[in-house]
């Protein structure tokens, strides 16, 4: 049987990047881990924000939070020294934050690919630790795109459609919501349990732990010797 943990997170989210890696190191050492399916979902932290209304991360955090500039760049420096921790490489100076809708329908695009996991590994190195913006610019995506194995005139034309997998997008959000998720990451699973945040490694492993020894086995009822279909062919009735 097979253990789904379904993450919904945001490109845009730094504690989404931090999160990924953690859990990523609590499964690697999961007993299980060759049985369990991750599914990543969408979820953004700016809903609505238009393509092309792009700001430095700095001014964002200070308009959004109420926070000085001196206390943003802190923030930035903690969530840098957090990744490193992780091992992962961080910008903590010069980001900039703008809409994420089309990165999204990119991932469920990849999702049907089989390539989900390495383009949402493309996109945060690539907003979080390089220095080329991945928002507004649809050539910067293509690239990624191609990165993670995919083929550059379909990841096109997706993007060019602003209607594709948009529907599917909202659906991961109106479920988020519905779930009860009202921050990312959050990470559900089985669809029993829930873990909010870019928790420790420890936690991680705790609810796989959990998750995966509640799980039920298929519970046969008597079947009273009723006849059956099955790989060898189906019994036929004998008449005397």
């Given at each position: ?15 989404c990047?931090?999160?990924k890696?953690?859990f990523e190191?609590a499964?690697?050492?999961f ?6 399916e991750?599914v ?16 430095p991360?700095?001014?964002?955090l ?6 000085t ?6 923030g ?13 490489a961080y910008?903590t100076h ?13 991932l469920?695009?990849a999702?049907?690919e ?7 590994d ?6 979080f ?7 507004n610019?649809?050539d910067r995506l ?10 550059k005139?379909?990841a096109?034309?997706?993007?060019t ?5 948009a529907?599917?997008?909202?659906e ?11 921050g990312v990451p959050?990470?559900?699973l089985?669809r ?8 420790p ?12 020894g509640?799980r ?12 059956a279909?099955?790989?060898?062919g189906?019994?036929?009735p004998q008449?005397?």
């Amino acid at each position: 049987m097979t253990l789904r943990v379904e993450i919904w997170s945001d490109i845009a989210c730094p504690w989404c990047y931090v999160g990924k890696a953690r859990f990523e190191k609590a499964l690697a050492a999961f007993p299980h881990r060759d049985q369990v399916e991750v599914v990543h979902r969408s979820f953004e932290l700016d809903p609505g924000r238009a393509k092309d209304d792009i700001q430095p991360v700095l001014t964002m955090l200070t308009k959004k939070y109420g926070m000085t500039e001196a206390q943003a760049q802190a923030g930035e420096d903690n969530l840098g020294a957090q990744a490193a921790a992780e091992g992962l490489a961080y910008r903590t100076h010069g980001r900039d934050h703008g809409s994420t809708f089309d990165m999204h329908r990119l991932l469920h695009f990849a999702k049907a690919e089989g390539k989900q996991d390495a383009l949402l590994d493309r996109l945060y190195r690539a907003n979080f630790a390089e220095e080329r913006s991945v928002f507004n610019d649809d050539d910067r995506l293509l690239d990624l795109a191609v990165a993670a194995g995919l083929d550059k005139d379909a990841a096109r034309e997706v993007l060019t459609d602003p209607d594709a997998y948009a529907d599917a997008v909202r659906e991961d959000e109106r479920e988020a919501a519905q779930l009860g998720a009202h921050g990312v990451p959050f990470f559900v699973l089985d669809r029993t349990y829930g873990v909010s945040g870019a928790q420790p490694a420890e936690v991680f492993t705790q609810a796989l732990t959990q998750a995966w020894g509640d799980r039920s086995p298929l519970t046969l009822l008597d079947d009273g010797g009723a006849e059956a279909c099955g790989p060898d062919g189906c019994a036929v009735p004998q008449h005397g």
